[in-house]
């Protein structure tokens, strides 16, 4: 019988294993600048070109490498953090596997320059597709230079999955800003296509959070330090004013390690509860020191998912240290520390609790009251509802415009009452009630006009540039350097809607106007809300540029629910809600009406 069983090539086996290291250019980053902080640099650049696709380059001033050091680093497992299994339990490095150079090396072309102290020379390699093509001395100061070039440049259909330049540009900037976070000590500089977006000096960690998210959060910063024996939890919550309705910019860290832990993070959630909506997020940068054998790392390539002994433990006194911070600043009512601090040495601690699964919060960005358009409808939804009573439900199809094909299922049975006559009733500022021949109709105010606004401005968007009413005194605006990307990658389409938003400097923005149906005065807030709900919209896959800004635009100015709506608006409503495409559903999906038959009202006097 022949044998099967055969060993990958080196090449095929590296591709492989880039596939879990190598994600997209921002795995790229987070691997580089890990191996820089690794390698003991004080002052770190990161240069990025058409958002890591061409160029992702990296400079340091660390201890550097010997010839054969630079030439091993791109050998599978082969690394400079560990000798034993002994090791992987006493970790305090950032890298550790030794997979991160060979995978990087399997899917592009690099070029690394380096050198250690004692040299008169550095070592110049250059790698395509794990084939090395050239090696030999070079000038270099004591460091490294690595220069990642046109990657997944032999895995075409890997290259297609990348996202537009602003989402891997986002993404790139998270790792960034993670890594910064954790090593306020480490200058650190960010070029994106030749234009400097972060300039960030060595400091404490205060000066970095302000150098990442700006002056303002300065003053709305509460210091957290708690020591016991068992971990030790440092950093800083943000007030309850600077919650946002969108996750970013919650931050935690395991001996300097960013992970991602939801039950850590309803451990702080909890903290401030009755401080802050339920859909909204509070910002905090958090560290957890611990003992490393407490805590298992090497749970996934991306080292972002880790497991602690006690997990229980760590989230009691996570939640007692984050409540007995806000309660020194007069944010919370104070509690006995001391008290709940002995839990973590109380044996309890063990899985025999339930940990359950802490479920997302419901995140809705409220929308900005907006009055309706004025505009006619091309259709009147009476003239489709009048029909007499034994004609069956009749079922017309539309091409949706959103990212779902739906029947639209229409009311069958005209509306009893016609034009001043007809019988309207707001219920709870939510919902508008009107009766049909064969029941009632009960209409979601806000998703009816989320629906109507999503293809209004959709149509916009393709038709061209909307009225614009110019401000007579422009708003200059500040956004973090995520927000900026988002925001110059939607300023054409944000032009069409009838804005006119101009770049001015590197995260600065003038408004000088607005579309005429938007109230002028709040723009700075109008624009903050519309890049929050973007990103919101933007988890969401396979749905175009154009959608996005349409569903965030119709979702960010829709009426909200408590708003009071008089006889006239909910007229207007209703007939420009029935003279949609799709007026079934909001752009989410989500239905804007029910109907209630006369046999199903029946129905509910009857057991």
Not at 472 to 491: C, G, K, N, Q, W
Not at 569 to 578: R, S, Y
């Amino acid at each position: 019988m022949n044998n099967i069983i055969k060993l990958l090539p080196d090449s095929l086996a590296n591709q492989i294993a880039a596939g879990e290291v190598i994600q997209r250019p921002a795995s790229l980053v987070k691997e580089l600048l890990e191996n820089s902080i690794d390698a003991g640099a004080t002052n770190i650049q990161l240069i990025i070109k058409d958002a890591g696709r061409t160029l992702v380059q990296v400079v340091d001033d660390g201890k550097g490498m010997s010839e054969m050091d630079a030439r091993m680093c791109f050998e599978r497992h082969a690394t400079s953090k560990i000798n034993s299994i002994e090791d992987l339990f006493a970790l305090f490095t950032m890298g550790f596997r030794g997979e991160a150079m060979a995978s990087i090396a399997a899917v592009a072309q690099i070029e690394l320059r380096t050198k250690i102290v004692d040299n008169q020379l550095g070592t110049c390699i250059k790698i395509e597709g794990s084939k090395l093509i050239a090696q030999e001395p070079c000038q270099h100061p004591t460091g490294s230079t690595i220069f990642v070039k046109n990657l997944f440049y032999n895995v075409p259909a890997r290259r297609n999955f990348l996202k537009s330049n602003a989402v891997e540009m986002r993404h790139i900037l998270d790792e960034f800003i993670r890594i910064a976070i954790a090593q306020p000590h480490i200058f650190f500089s960010l070029h994106n296509n030749g234009i400097e977006i972060y300039h960030l000096k060595g400091g404490n960690l205060r000066q970095r959070i302000v150098g990442l998210f700006g002056k303002q959060y300065n003053e709305k910063l509460v210091p957290i330090e708690e020591n016991t024996e068992y971990l030790s939890i440092r950093g800083f919550l943000g007030k309850p004013d600077i919650a946002k309705k969108t996750r970013g910019e919650q931050f935690f860290f395991v001996n300097n390690r960013f992970i991602k832990n939801n039950f850590l993070h309803h451990a702080v959630a909890r903290s401030f509860d009755g401080l802050i909506s339920d859909k909204s997020f509070p910002f905090y940068i958090l560290f957890i020191d611990i003992d490393p054998s407490k805590v298992d790392i090497n749970v996934h390539p991306t080292k972002q998912e880790v497991k602690f002994e006690d997990e229980r433990g760590v989230y009691l006194m996570l939640q007692a240290a984050t409540k007995h911070g806000l309660a020194q600043y007069s944010i919370t009512p104070t509690l006995d520390f001391d008290h709940e601090r002995q839990l973590i040495d109380i044996k309890a601690f063990t899985n025999e609790h339930s940990h359950g699964n802490i479920e997302n919060r419901e995140r809705v960005i409220p929308a900005f009251d907006n009055r309706f358009s004025s505009e006619k409808p091309e259709k009147n939804w009476q003239s489709i509802f009048n029909l007499d009573d034994d004609t069956e439900q009749k079922i017309m199809t539309f091409q949706s415009k959103a990212s779902f094909e739906e029947k639209v299922i229409l009311p069958t049975e005209g509306v009893v009452l016609e034009g001043e006559e007809r019988s309207l009733v707001q219920i709870h500022q939510k919902y508008i009630l009107t009766q049909i021949k064969s029941g009632v109709l009960l209409i979601d105010q806000n998703r009816a006009h989320q629906r109507i606004l999503f293809e209004k401005y959709l149509d916009a968007l393709h038709k061209g540039p909307s009225a614009c009413q110019q401000s007579l005194f422009p708003v200059t605006m500040d956004v973090s350097p995520p927000d900026a990307e988002i925001l110059r990658d939607i300023l054409e389409d944000l032009k069409a809607l009838g804005f006119d938003i101009q770049n001015f400097g590197q995260h600065s923005f003038v408004v000088h106007g607005l579309p005429t149906d938007l109230v002028g005065g709040n723009e700075k807030e109008l624009i903050e809300g519309l890049l929050e709900q973007y990103k919101l919209e933007s988890v969401i896959e396979k749905i175009e540029r154009r959608d996005l800004v349409a569903r965030s635009m119709a979702i960010q100015s829709a009426i909200r629910q408590g708003k009071v709506l008089d006889k006239k608006e909910m007229t207007m409503l209703i007939d420009q809600l029935f003279a949609c495409e799709q007026p079934n559903f909001a752009p989410n999906g989500d239905k804007t009406f029910i109907t209630l038959t006369l046999e199903e009202l029946s129905k509910g006097f009857f057991k």
